[in-house]
């Protein structure tokens, strides 16, 4: 007798479409059956013309973050949404302060989880403070304590406290390649940023829309060359983080032939819009940095996804309120960054991907299921249905026409810049370690059933093979 049997769909991993049963028993898939084979369950759903998809993994959020007097939603709004989209793990960003130590970060963030997450998460170790003996010390802690991934920002490189410059950089990938840490980086090139900025001041254009030129294409290219120069003479494996150009695929592509171990992450809204959406009237609540692009580099990225040189998918989830955003400035030197999309991202990946004839959905499932459970440490608990794996399961309606609106979302906020776009393809149930968490939009779940997770960089991603 199993707890649950889901029939008569189609099974996707990255490399197969197969019609199947999937047994669950307690938390964990138990049997993956032929079609209509015998299994008595307590549960049965039916699945029939439906894609059976892992539980989606976001390797980018930012949950409970403060940005001046804006703060992004917490762990329950931001898992909440995350499963109501087909996403049943998320890895969130601790925080590393000033001269705090990474543990304290590490602690602070699992205790805004605790009684909130609906779904499991990991963490990542965001560093901002100064790069001292002390601060790679308190790395190998974070290593030990199952943390191995720290992001590094370029971009901050000229502002106090974020100062680690190229020598930080550089201290942090050879700890990681000692201590088989993954180097996160934010690539884009702080001094000419600021350079840029202060003359498009000058010459009168300070508007959102005119962020992109303070931040050309070049801007990231040349900081993504940098990185992987960096990370290369240090032997150590690095993920780049929302990258959103041609050229940054190019750079992929040059690197996986050479089979080194450089994982590249770009963004949904990446995938979905280009410039145009900024340009709108409401176009400053939603800047990203990297700014978003143009048709040719959503394209090259969609290309990278099904050649396998874009590896992951994620958000960069940053939910705020437009009041307290508002307040924070509409400049092109104070607006700020970020955007929630946690709740969009396989939806809106079936819509321009499957649908829109750039990707298939195994590419989809590979991308934003299985690729980052695999370069996180998390595979095969998360990311693959298979046996012994975490139950998380999504089914997909391939044919679900799903209108975005916020009456209908669940994150915490007040808009959207998904309002009044049509997907084609939708999550319409979430299974979340073996129980029903959302079905048809009705969130099922329980706050404090998501877990921490503790990971380690697996060898072989350390060593280039994904």
Request: some cysteine; overall charge negative.
């Amino acid at each position: 007798m199993y707890d649950l049997v889901v029939r008569g769909g189609t099974i996707i991993s990255p490399d197969s479409s197969v019609r199947g049963d999937v047994a669950v028993a307690g938390r964990r898939v138990a049997a993956v059956l032929a079609p209509g084979e015998p299994a008595d369950a307590s549960r049965v759903i039916d699945a029939t013309g439906l894609y059976v998809i892992p539980g989606g993994v976001d390797p980018h959020v930012h949950f409970n973050l403060s940005y001046g007097p804006a703060r992004s939603h917490g762990f329950r709004a931001g898992t909440t949404a995350a499963a109501a989209g087909g996403t049943t793990t998320v890895i969130h960003f601790a925080m590393q302060y000033g001269d705090e130590k990474p543990i304290e970060g590490i602690h602070s963030a699992i205790e805004e989880a605790k009684g909130e997450a609906v779904v499991d998460y990991a963490l990542h170790l965001a560093l901002t403070g100064r790069f001292t003996p002390g601060l790679l010390d308190g790395l190998v802690e974070a290593i030990d304590f199952g943390v191995p991934s720290f992001k590094i920002y370029m971009i901050f490189g000229t502002q106090p406290g974020w100062a680690g410059g190229d020598g930080g950089t550089w201290a942090v990938m050879d700890l990681c390649r000692q201590r088989r840490g993954m180097t996160m980086v934010h690539c884009e090139n702080a001094g000419i940023v600021d350079y840029l900025t202060q003359e498009a001041k000058r010459a009168g254009k300070n508007q959102p829309r005119d962020v992109e030129q303070t931040r050309p294409y070049w801007v990231e290219e040349e900081a993504m060359r940098r990185a992987m120069f960096l990370a290369e003479k240090a032997e150590a494996p690095l993920y780049i983080v929302h990258t959103s150009i041609k050229e940054g695929v190019a750079l992929s592509r040059r690197s996986r032939e050479r089979q080194l171990p450089h994982y590249i992450e770009t963004l949904v809204t990446y995938l979905y819009y280009t410039d145009e959406r900024t340009h709108a009237p409401d176009g400053g609540l939603f800047i990203n940095y990297p700014p978003m692009r143009f048709a040719e580099d959503r394209d090259a990225l969609w290309q990278g996804i099904a050649d396998g040189v874009v590896h992951a998918v994620g958000t960069d989830d940053f939910a705020l309120y437009s009041e307290p955003r508002s307040k924070i400035g509409n400049t092109i030197d104070s607006i700020p960054a970020g955007i929630s999309s946690i709740e969009q991202r396989i939806g809106a990946m079936l819509t321009a991907g499957v649908n829109g004839g750039r990707a298939t959905i195994n590419d989809v499932v590979r991308a934003a299921c299985t690729n980052p459970a695999k370069i996180f440490g998390l595979y095969p608990q998360k990311g693959i249905i298979a046996v012994g794996s975490d139950a998380d399961i999504v089914l997909v309606d391939p044919d679900r026409r799903q209108r975005i609106t916020m009456s209908d979302m669940h994150i915490d906020s007040d808009y959207t810049m998904w309002e009044g776009e049509e997907f084609v393809g939708y999550p319409v149930m979430t299974i979340c370690k073996g129980k029903v968490i959302v079905e048809e939009g009705k969130f099922l779940g329980e706050p404090g059933a998501g877990q921490f997770i503790p990971r380690e960089v697996p060898m072989h991603i350390a060593a280039g093979r994904l």
